[in-house]
């Protein structure tokens, strides 16, 4: 449980499937939930708190964020918001990046940032201190690419880096463990890698989640968004000679890697 200390509000993440996070933000009476893939676990988390549901904010169209759309549409009639580029069931108020939406419930804004890449349409909600970011970034890692081009993505995350080092991320899969499995073969000489790894096998050991991160903490340790720092490249130009160590030839290399691995890339 992460709560807001400049306003009266709890953000509490609800597991679904086998590594999705549902999260809820709510001030005692009203919530508000993002990508809720399916609704039965949502259902029961408002039930047990009494909340109300009254907005729910979806990033981009996979089943897996979207499934519950409609059956809590159907319970409680809330507002629903999501991207413009995308057709989703159940969306009623379509947003575009650069939006400001207001969710009067719980006196918040959120500002719609273009998160294309995973998708094509993904989209992101950004307040004060919380981004909520899909399968854009994730601790140690980052979205696979299915629609976008690796420029997008690139640029994405670039937009996550302008954001304030104290944003907290609230991703919507624990892949972290996994992700930094990839993240320790990139750069085995990061000691701070070697740090959180640490941490965050214990907080898995005993099944707690490891998100949200902080903004400040993957610009440390998150291979995919240090592609502008000269230890990375050097490490990496180390091992494959030939490496083009522009940011973002080697943002498209670790992606490609990530995607095979852990099999061995042929360089
Ligand atoms: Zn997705």
């Known amino acids: 449980m992460a709560t807001n200390i400049n306003s009266p509000i709890r953000i509490h993440g609800i597991a679904a499937f086998q590594d999705n996070y549902i999260w809820a933000i709510d001030n005692g009476e009203y919530a508000l939930v993002v990508d809720p893939g ?68 719980l006196d918040l804004d959120f500002t719609i940032l273009d998160f294309a890449g995973h998708t094509r349409g993904h989209i992101g909600y950004y307040a004060p201190g919380m981004l909520f970011c899909g399968d854009t970034l994730f601790s140690a890692g980052c979205g696979r690419i299915f629609e976008g081009s690796p420029t997008d993505l690139f640029q994405a995350l670039n937009t996550i880096k302008q954001l304030p080092l104290e944003t907290e991320i609230y991703c919507a899969h624990e892949y972290t463990q996994n992700n930094l499995q990839f993240a320790l073969d990139v750069e085995p000489n990061n000691l701070l890698l070697h740090n959180y790894a640490k941490q965050v096998a214990e907080l898995r050991v005993n099944n707690h989640s490891t998100i949200p991160t902080r903004l400040s903490q993957e610009l440390l340790i998150n291979p995919f968004l240090r592609t502008d720092q000269e230890s990375l490249q050097h490490t990496l130009k180390q091992r494959f000679n030939h490496i083009d160590c522009t940011p973002l030839a080697l943002f498209t290399f670790l992606r490609a890697w990530k995607n095979i691995y852990p099999s061995p890339l042929h360089y």
């Open 38 to 105: 399916e609704a039965q676990p949502v259902l029961d988390y408002l039930a047990r708190q009494h909340l109300t549901l009254s907005t729910i904010l979806i990033t981009h169209h996979h089943g897996d964020h979207t499934g519950g759309i409609n059956d809590l549409s159907q319970y409680f009639s809330p507002t629903v918001y999501g991207p413009e580029k995308e057709h989703i069931k159940g969306v009623s108020v379509s947003v575009h990046p650069r939006d400001t939406i207001h969710i009067p419930q």
